[in-house]
């Protein structure tokens, strides 16, 4: 037997009104004392009236605080904004999903924060951009307040074709359904016809290399997060940088850069393709040099542990306002610089860990935080903090099946290890789809994958150069116009693998499977692991 419905408005008007009663009662009495008419007030009468006054203060500002938190999101005037959505049992789910938040509200995003049961299916078809922060708990259930979305909202139909969305799953792997929700929710959201920013993102008990890989993924989002630093910082290891080359010379888009790099102590560690670097950026000698000249701090100032300020103010923020005279409180108050993540361009068996990267510019013409860091102010011989980080995601299928590569830019860094990784494993069923601006200046690694399709070893090797006028404009053309090869290379137990742009390339390579194999079928290949993407 279900419980008696709550009126809820008859509760809200009574409440209103006993409020306006009380008020009343209080005015009245203002008018009983002997000096109300041409004298002072009693100071019993100014405290009725300032009682009175108060009272109708907050009942106004809590009727406006219900009002705002179910119309800030339903206003159809300007861009709708961005929602983070949560599902938590203890609440860690709550915490991940403000602090998201904030981090794209400093990007300069309008940003709401709704926990599960408080989303419907009309607010869903309001939004264009949506993040869930997801907890799964027992054996693979939801939150308990996320059982009403279930009921009311996932057991219906609900268009959302202009949803995007992402998905971080919370859970533990020791259980048979670990992230289960999260994925749950992910499968829902797809055969509603949202599309994915991205693979959704699985948290085992709070791994903090999962939680930084999320915070950097938000990074991409939201355009500029440069300034706010790692949940959880990273443990990195000294990398020594042999060689740095610029590929593109002459190129209409932002120089790329081939670096190699080895560990200073030790062997060369294992990775797989798909694999990532997480790269500690630093500021460069020179300005913090500048930064401390303008504080009148001396360059060769130490801390009394001995270590040089200069460099520990490298891998920190630095701040506009400090305390000269206590240079430990500067130290303690310091906030270390983000990291940033590449695509492993190699394999171990090749003798460097390589990467392949594009200079990028800020708004003032400066170069980025962690690619001036590489590109600009290290020369080779110098150390760079790495660390390895999994990307089980993004790793190879078995190397029987065929595989599909689709990329844009310098995501053939991530492509072309796992090509390497297929010549090594003597698998020679792969197709590359890879798109540029000029072949004369961007086709990056095309002498070696000319000649691994000389060999065999690249079966279809499609390439689309925007700038040059040939017949396609973007890979995703050359995908739509190779829809029955796309067929027919998935019935024949292919993996599509996609790397490069978030923005652009990705939702509309995602687009054209999801148009080439229907809807069904598009699942049925994220579900399978047989369709992933590393996208930044």
Known sequence: MSAPRVNRPLIGNLAVGLVLVLIAVLLLRLHLGESWWLAAPLPAQWFTALAAAAIYAIACAALWWRVRSRKDVASGD????????????????????????????????????????????ALLARIRTALFVASTTGEGDPPD????????????????????????????????????????????????????????????????????????????????????????????QQWRLQQRQALNPGSVGGTVFHLKLQPVAGELPAWQAGDIAEIGPRHSAGTVAQWMHAHGLPVTATL????????????????????????????????????????????PSEGSLQLLLRRQRRPDGQPGLASGWLCDYTTPGDVIDLRLRGNANFHPPAA?????????????????????????????????????????????????????????????????????????????????????????????????????????????VDAVIADALGSDAHEALRIAGRYRRDVY
């Not at 609440?91 to 403000?98: M, S």
């Not at 139909?157 to 792997?173: F, H, N, S």
């Not at 259980?175 to 994925?183: E, L, R």
């Not at 116009?481 to 998935?490: N, P």
Request: charged share 20%; aromatic share 8%; hydrophobic share 45%.
């Open 78 to 121: 300007g861009e709708p904004p961005l929602l983070v959505v949560w599902a938590s049992q203890t609440g860690f789910a709550r915490q991940l999903a403000e602090r998201s938040a904030d981090s794209l509200r400093a990007a300069g995003h309008t940003v709401r924060v709704r926990a599960l049961d408080q989303v419907d299916a």
């Open 400 to 508: 029987e099946a065929p595989l599909i590569l689709v990329g844009n830019g310098t995501g053939i860094a991530g492509l072309r290890a796992h090509l390497r990784a297929r010549v090594e494993a003597g698998a020679r069923r792969n197709w590359l789809l890879l798109g540029e601006r000029n072949a004369a200046h961007d086709f990056h690694f095309g002498d070696e994958l000319r000649q691994w399709q000389r060999e065999g070893w690249i079966e279809r090797l499609d390439t689309v150069f925007s700038r040059d006028g040939g017949r396609f404009h973007y890979v995703q053309d050359a995908l739509a116009a190779h829809a029955d090869a796309l067929r027919d290379w998935v019935d024949q137990g292919a993996t599509i693998l996609v790397c490069g742009s978030l923005q652009g390339m990705a939702p509309a």
């Open 145 to 236: 307040h996320a059982l009403a979305f279930l009921s009311r909202v996932m057991q219906n139909a609900t268009p959302l074709p202009q949803l995007q969305y992402a998905v971080l799953a919370l859970g533990d792997r020791t259980y048979d359904h670990y992230c289960a929700f999260g994925h749950q929710l992910d499968n829902w959201l797809c055969e509603q016809g949202a599309r994915a920013l991205f693979d959704t993102v699985d948290v085992d008990n709070a791994d903090a290399d999962a939680l930084r890989h999320w915070q950097q993924l938000l990074g991409q989002l939201g355009g500029d997060v440069a300034h706010l630093p790692d949940w959880a910082p990273p443990q990195y």
């Open 304 to 347: 009394a542990d001995g270590r040089p300020l200069q460099e520990v103010l490298a891998a920190c923020h630095l701040p506009e306002q400090i305390d000269t005279g206590d240079l430990a409180a500067l130290a303690a108050a310091l906030k270390p610089l983000p990291h940033r993540e590449y695509s492993i361009a190699s394999m």
